[in-house]
DNA sequence: ATCATTTAGACCAATGTGGTCGATTTAAGT
DNA sequence: ACTTAAATCGACCACATTGGTCTAAATGAT
């Protein structure tokens, strides 16, 4: 066995990492508490220290699973040869959202983490994070049509515009939706609602299509 | 007297008032540590208790001041005569900047503020912070001349993606600039950039100017 | 019946908590 | 110069929490 803690069941391993995941993203590493973990996760605080010797070791377990989820799930999936901007963008929304619906902590977690001292992390942590890093910047600018923006139109600034608004979105949707669980939601009149906004970057950027 | 704090030397009163922002901004009301509070304030514990009696009243003595800083030198200013809604917020754009140069930690602390239990607060600084709220929606949305935006603009979304943008300058010039101190900086050249991105939300959403 | 693996949580020393208090310094008033 | 009051410090308190250990019981496997 590589690892103690991948052969349990299903249903317990959620608990743990959900209750890890959420007192780190809450607290941040050295604030986070061991205690609090094994009471949320119901189960005995031996079990934690047999799975995992060591908080740390827990955290580097925590990360490495978070980094993996999102380059897989996330990351991967972008469809690069989708050319136009904001077409692409829009499937990553989705599929953001998709993720953040099954693992609301996975991204929580990250986005904590993402402040914290990256240089004093294992090396093999830190070679995942800047993967990462690079793929991401990969799947948002390469390969994009700019055609299709108005002429003398300042694409980097506008680049960094529809990202604000759809980061904006995201945000307003997870406080207004605060508290439910995302998953058991019906996701579709709120993915309606980003595509008007889509539309309106689209014509508010976008050269007006000829024809039609 | 009315506060023994109050009629403190300027000095050291901004030290108290800065160590305890930064405290309670980073660890929230319960895991704030007022012995870093008073190392990080060079003073004696006994000091801090001398002023403030309990940790709590420290807490809403700060609450207090934040919330009319923010009400004075913030909301109070912006111009409502200012139909432009881009123009209106180029200017509390900068009015925000100003206050953030001067008392970064105000604006920090009040935001971890918001995400915390309003319900069990002092009565008055659960006014205080209706008003804030109250105010704050009718220096943005009164008075504004719908005319300026393009006929078919759905209003409502365009106010919202002006302030993403915004917000997400703001949030970005924080980040790159993290850890200089901004108020002896020369802010200048950060505005030029500002007003650009202000000028291309113009041409998105507004109708294109009669003749010139 | 025997041995190995899981499990829980009482327990540990160490550290940190909000708050107090006596001792000492400084300031003020006369 | 003398007295009194205010300001200041940090050792100290009882208590809570920390990461981590260990024993003893439960469970499983053969």
């Known amino acids: ?104 902590n996975v991204l929580n977690f990250l986005g904590t983490f993402f402040l914290a001292d990256i240089k004093e992390l294992p090396e093999d942590i830190q070679a995942k994070y800047t993967q990462l890093q690079k793929e991401g910047y990969e799947k948002i600018y390469s390969n994009i049509d700019y055609s299709l923006f108005r002429e003398n139109t300042d694409v980097e600034k506008a680049f960094k515009m529809i990202n604000w608004v759809i980061e904006g979105y995201e945000r307003e949707l997870k406080a207004s939706l605060k508290g439910q669980s995302f998953s058991e939601l019906n996701m579709e009149p709120y993915f309606k609602e980003f595509y008007k906004y889509l539309d309106m970057l689209k014509s508010a950027f976008y050269k007006k299509e000829e024809g039609k």
């Open 1 to 104: 066995m590589t690892h103690l803690f991948e052969s349990l069941e299903e249903e317990k391993k959620q608990r743990i990492l959900n209750a890890a995941l959420n007192e780190f993203a809450d607290h941040g590493f050295e604030r986070a508490s061991t205690n609090r973990i094994v009471k949320h996760a119901k189960i005995g605080k031996g079990m934690l220290f047999h799975y995992f010797n060591t908080k740390k070791d827990l955290y580097h377990y925590l990360l490495h699973y978070c980094l993996d989820k999102t380059i897989n799930d996330y990351l991967k999936q972008i469809d690069i040869t989708e050319r136009d901007f904001i077409e692409r963008f829009k499937k990553a929304g989705e599929l953001k959202m998709e993720l953040f619906a099954e693992h609301p």
